[in-house]
């Protein structure tokens, strides 16, 4: 009889500390904490491109089909100091979640042929590579992009005429929405922008042109996922005229990369929506 209340007590303490748990979703993590979320290997990579850097991975859920389909274009300032592995654990929660996710790497400032445009080329390319990959589908597709990731996401839906197949939904996670204002800020990010652009402003004006998702006319199904402690990307960055705007609070910057966040929480609630 002891025992039999000392299993039930047991039952009772680990229900209410899970519980627990799940309300209680991490705000304001470090870069660090992202790179200790733990994962899964990929399923599946595929080159898009010759060049090292031009691959994507994929990662099924554990129950077919899949929801939808998720492009996921991580961040870093477009720098090729921050690469594809700080994703995995993202990638990996969003499949456990029931989506298919096709993770992009890419060339980056730094890189032979990465920056504007061979960065942006990249994502269009590693995009329409979907319709080389068995297990994943177009039909129901969304684009999430990470900081400057974002920006590429953000881009590409506003340019989908480059695109074989038309997305439902773009997200931008803390995304650089506006490089010519992102450009003149001073924090670490802000000032690879002109590394990114091949110049600032007063040089490359077309340019700049081209990169701003704005000047192509939004993606009408486009939303901007920002928290208010971001110290990176300001909240400026997330007003944009045709875009949908969810504000988290307590979130940073990196909030949107770790799956154990409210941020996260806010990013499945918004999936949940459309898919």
């Known amino acids: 009889m002891i025992r039999l209340l000392s299993v039930a007590a047991l039952f009772i303490l680990l229900s209410a500390e899970l519980a627990l748990s799940a309300e209680t979703e991490l705000t304001n993590v470090s870069f660090s904490d992202v790179l200790a979320v733990p994962y899964r290997e990929a399923d599946l990579t595929h080159n898009y491109g010759e060049n090292q850097f031009q691959f994507g991975q994929l990662w099924l859920p554990a ?36 989506f298919a996710v096709w993770s992009l790497e890419y060339r980056r400032t730094g890189d032979e042929g990465g920056a504007w445009p061979g960065t942006f080329e990249d ?17 129901n597709l969304a684009i999430l992009g990470h900081s400057a990731g974002g920006h590429l996401a953000l881009l590409a839906g506003a340019q989908s005429e480059l695109l074989d197949m038309e997305p439902d939904l773009i997200v931008g996670l803390a995304a650089i929405s506006d490089v010519v204002s992102y450009a003149a800020g001073s924090n670490t990010c802000q000032t690879a922008t002109p590394l990114f652009m091949g110049g600032d402003i007063s040089d490359r004006a077309q340019e700049y042109f081209d990169a701003n998702p704005s000047n192509h006319g939004l993606h009408e199904n486009t939303v901007l996922l920002q928290g208010d402690v971001d110290e990176i990307v300001p909240l400026s960055q997330a007003t944009l005229s045709g875009a949908r705007t969810i504000i988290s609070s307590g979130a940073n910057h ?22």
């Not at 089909?65 to 592995?85: E, K, M, T, Y």
């Not at 590693?126 to 319709?131: A, H, M, P, R």
């Not at 949107?256 to 459309?274: C, K, M, N, Q, V």
Request: net charge negative.
């Open 123 to 139: 994502i269009i390319a590693g995009i329409n590579s979907l319709n080389d990959i068995e297990g994943i589908e177009s039909e």
């Open 63 to 98: 129950t077919t089909p899949a929801r939808a389909s998720l492009v996921l274009i991580h961040g870093g300032c477009w720098l090729n100091q921050f690469d594809i592995i700080h994703s995995h654990g993202l990638s990996s929660a969003l499949a456990d979640a029931g």
């Open 254 to 275: 990196f909030d949107w990369a770790h799956p154990g966040t409210l941020a996260y929480r806010h990013l499945l609630e918004l999936l949940d929506e459309h898919f």
